[in-house]
């Protein structure tokens, strides 16, 4: 798109850079310049009139107008008139006179009446970052059909939208616009976005292409891949046979098996390296451990903090935790990061970097346990290839509740019979130190009373520095579990059946979901208790009913909408004036068709 410099300027202060993203700037209101016979009140409108009398008086102006459009006679008023204002009304001149008429008994009035020559139009008015008849002029001038339709949009969208910035003789009532029209808005800004999106998209030439093969590996596994597993590997394997370095986000529910398909990566992409970057130290250890029961023909390493002089060339398969960043790492053909949304854009870069050499980059695959809504994911497609996997490899039996004060007796009762058979529960809290706004204990609140009545109680947060060696003690010996979210992703801890999560209304869904997937991860019947002192919530209710991550990333977006303050994993849904990532998804599916993204 060739633009003007003067055009540039006023498309860098409205914040875009094309035709499309300026005709979503729709009109506020309208101005109706139409001659009407009759009075539209409180409205402002147009009469033709002459000007009968004019009276000054000293901080107004009044005049009697004789409207022949109405056919009789109106008084207007001037309060604080300016000099200029005073030549506007001449006595015995007929003229257009603009203004709101209110009638009261009888007598009607035009209140800050002015003349004007610009009759029979509907003129748009617009609140935007450029003054009123600049923003008119650049739309009028340069908002043309074939402007939209350059840059790819269809033309019936174009269209509809294009009828708001030039109306016909109806004036539109942009509170109540058709359904129609609300579509062609969001398909506009769905366009728009997605279109921006694979503009940034960069192709690079791969490090390494290879083809193939994973059957002989998931054959030799003890269990069976699920379907969505094996469809996250076909599109993996698929990206490694291509001259072009991929970029794909492999997004699974909590529990859903991602691990494997991680696995599956490095092996197919044998005899070349990978590298993987996990979030703690916990988790890299775990999948470290993973990797040396179930990749037994590659040469796996971890790195931490801990780790010194380790020669890391003679390694296929390099585990480790944002140590990778600061050591000197050997080419690899493929860089993966888990919990991707843990690490800032910065150090997922300079990890991509570390391993690039000259202009060809390894393969990056990142993985994530936080599910998005479908839509959002479809919107992603974009500038990244995306896998979702929907399903776990086994179904889980978690009985979830919304429990009050008064169940207190019986949750007792429920921890004591848990722990007796060798189970452990989690208590999740709010805070960590008490607070005048909270209505909830904070942990050192509620230690007490449980440190008490139980043994084996062990007790971490987020500031906690020993968290790690908390958990992994915990694992072994404990009972009970006292934590912040801090637990929300990460270690498996194999005998927890029961989750109690104090103050759960303050939470997005998302969150709960999470720690709700701490429980059962073996198969054990599950228990998930969400406290709340509210003595109704609807958002809670939902939850209860539902299993799925991405249909609890929906939710959340519904109720994220609703005005509910949420701490959600993806603050997303907002930038979009119109589009509803919980109920445009056709929307989404066709402007994706449209695309070809």
């Known amino acids: 798109m060739d633009l003007t410099k003067d055009m540039q300027e006023k498309f ?32 402002p409108q147009l009469i033709d009139a002459t000007v009968e009398s004019v009276f000054r008086a000293p901080n107004t102006i009044q005049i009697t107008f004789y409207a022949h459009n109405l056919g009789h006679t109106i008084s207007g008023v001037l309060f604080r008139p ?67 339709l350059s840059e790819g949009l269809k033309e019936e969208i174009a269209e509809k939208v294009l009828k708001l910035h030039f109306p016909s003789e109806h004036l539109i009532n942009l509170k109540e616009l058709d359904a129609k029209t609300i579509d062609a808005l969001k398909y506009l800004e769905l366009f728009s976005y997605m279109k921006q999106l694979s503009g940034k998209r960069r192709y690079f030439e791969s490090m390494v292409k290879v083809d193939a093969n994973y059957k002989t590996w998931a ?45 599956a990566s490095a092996f197919m992409m044998l005899p070349h390296r990978s590298i993987l970057m996990a979030p703690t130290t916990i988790l890299a250890n775990q999948l470290f451990e993973e990797a040396q029961k179930f990749l037994p023909g590659a040469k796996s390493v971890l790195v931490t903090n801990k780790s010194k002089n380790i020669d890391l060339q003679e390694f296929d398969f390099i585990i480790g935790t944002h140590a990778l960043l600061y050591r000197e790492l050997p080419d690899a053909g493929l860089v993966m990061v888990d919990e991707q949304h843990r690490f800032g854009t910065a150090q997922r870069n300079m990890l991509d970097k570390l391993v690039s050499s000259g202009k060809k980059k390894p393969h990056f695959l990142q993985f994530s346990a936080t599910p998005i809504p479908r839509t959002q994911a479809m919107i992603e497609t974009a500038h990244i290839d995306v896998s979702l996997i929907t399903s776990t490899p ?204």
């Open 12 to 43: 860098k202060k409205l914040g875009i850079n094309s035709w499309c993203e300026l005709a979503l700037n729709i009109p506020h209101s309208y101005e109706d310049l139409t001659l009407h016979s009759s009075i539209q009140m409180g409205k």
């Open 82 to 148: 300016k000099p200029y204002m005073m030549h506007q009304f001449k006595v015995g001149e007929r003229d257009y006179f603009y203004g709101v008429i209110d009638c009261k008994i009888g007598n009607c009035s035009m209140s800050m009446p002015r003349k004007t020559t610009n009759v029979g139009a509907i003129t748009p008015k617009y609140k935007s970052a450029l003054r009123t008849d600049v923003m008119h002029r650049l739309i009028q001038n340069n908002l043309t059909l074939q402007n939209l």
């Open 219 to 263: 054959d030799s596994l003890p269990f069976e891949l699920t379907d969505e597993q094996l469809k996250a590997i076909e599109d993996i394997k698929s990206d490694f046979n291509k001259d072009v370095a991929s970029r794909r986000m492999i997004v699974g529910d909590v529990g859903s098996g991602k691990t494997m398909v991680i696995l």
């Open 394 to 597: 086994f179904s889980k039996d978690i009985y979830s509740k919304v429990i009050h004060k008064s169940d207190f007796k019986e949750l007792l009762a429920h921890i004591e019979s848990e722990i007796s058979k060798n189970n452990q529960v989690l208590l999740v809290y709010p805070l960590v130190e008490q607070s005048e706004v909270l209505e909830y204990q904070s942990i050192d609140e509620a230690r007490g009373y449980w440190e008490k009545k139980f043994e084996n109680v062990y007790v971490t947060h987020g500031k906690d520095k020993q968290k790690e060696d908390v958990l992994l003690e915990f694992r072994e010996k404990g009972n009970i579990l006292i934590a912040t979210t801090v637990v929300e992703v990460g270690i498996s801890l194999p005998r927890l059946t029961t989750v109690v999560i104090v103050g759960a209304e303050r939470l997005g869904l998302s969150t709960l979901h999470q720690l709700r997937g701490r429980v059962s991860r073996t198969g054990l019947k599950g228990y998930c208790y969400l406290y709340t002192n509210q003595s109704a919530s609807e958002r809670l209710d939902r939850f209860v009913d539902t299993t799925s991550g991405f249909d609890i990333a929906n939710l959340d977006l519904k109720f994220r909408k609703s005005g509910d303050l949420l701490k959600g994993a993806s603050q997303s849904g907002s930038q979009f004036k119109w589009v509803d990532l919980a109920e445009d998804e056709k929307i989404v599916s066709e402007v994706k068709k449209d695309l070809l993204v």
